[in-house]
């Protein structure tokens, strides 16, 4: 086959309602202008909020690997999100900055890839809300204190018959 085809690159910035990059058979649509991705029970993002990219996967592979925009790489700009409250806009641009990335090349399949993707950002999202519990600094009981000092002198014991007869350091 000579020549281009017209429009087609190597990557391409994919939006809400056009269709996929390389058409075909297994290319599933894109989510519904509706859609949302839900992270946890509380929050769900909007699609209109996560931009996808798809490009050609790395690695070997030949003519297919090549010429397939089987990689997806999914986005969700933090800053101008508006299903987030100022608390959780707050927690992820401390942990991860103004956009939150994941990206996918598991499979052949460009829609898999873009299912897989959006798994990970979800996962991603939610683990950047996650609030860990403060550390509340305990000290060791007496019962514990009796008993590290017990198994000291045992050891220290055990190591002392061990030793040759007539080894006499202390």
């Given at each position: 086959?000579?020549?281009?085809?017209?429009?087609?690159?190597?990557?391409?910035?994919?939006?809400?309602?056009?269709?996929?990059?390389?058409?075909?058979?297994?290319?599933?649509?894109?989510?519904?202008?509706?859609?949302?991705?839900?992270?946890?029970?509380?929050?769900?993002?909007?699609m209109?909020?996560?931009?996808?990219?798809?490009?050609?996967?790395?690695?070997?592979?030949?003519?297919?690997?090549?010429?397939?925009?089987?990689?997806?790489?999914?986005?969700?700009d933090?800053?101008?999100?508006?299903?987030?409250?100022?608390?959780?806009?707050?927690?992820?641009?401390?942990?991860?900055?103004?956009?939150?990335?994941?990206?996918?090349?598991?499979?052949?399949?460009?829609?898999?890839?873009?299912?897989?993707?959006?798994?990970?950002?979800?996962?991603?999202?939610?683990?950047?809300?996650?609030?860990?519990?403060?550390?509340?600094?305990t000290?060791?009981?007496?019962?514990?204190?009796?008993?590290?000092?017990?198994?000291?002198?045992?050891?220290?014991?055990?190591?002392?018959?061990?030793?040759?007869?007539?080894?006499?350091?202390?």
């Open positions: 086959m000579a020549g281009t085809v017209p429009g087609w690159s190597y990557a391409r910035d994919v939006t809400i309602g056009e269709s996929d990059p390389q058409g075909g058979e297994g290319a599933a649509p894109l989510p519904a202008p509706g859609a949302t991705l839900r992270v946890h029970k509380a929050l769900a993002i909007p209109s909020d996560v931009t996808w990219r798809a490009t050609t996967s790395g690695g070997p592979g030949g003519q297919h690997a090549n010429r397939t925009l089987s990689r997806v790489e999914v986005q969700f933090v800053t101008a999100s508006t299903s987030l409250g100022p608390r959780q806009r707050a927690r992820l641009l401390e942990r991860y900055g103004p956009i939150v990335r994941a990206a996918a090349s598991d499979s052949r399949s460009q829609a898999r890839n873009r299912q897989l993707a959006l798994e990970r950002l979800a996962e991603r999202v939610a683990a950047g809300l996650r609030v860990d519990p403060t550390r509340r600094p000290k060791p009981t007496k019962g514990s204190q009796v008993r590290r000092v017990e198994a000291k002198r045992h050891r220290s014991e055990v190591k002392r018959r061990r030793r040759p007869p007539g080894d006499a350091d202390d």
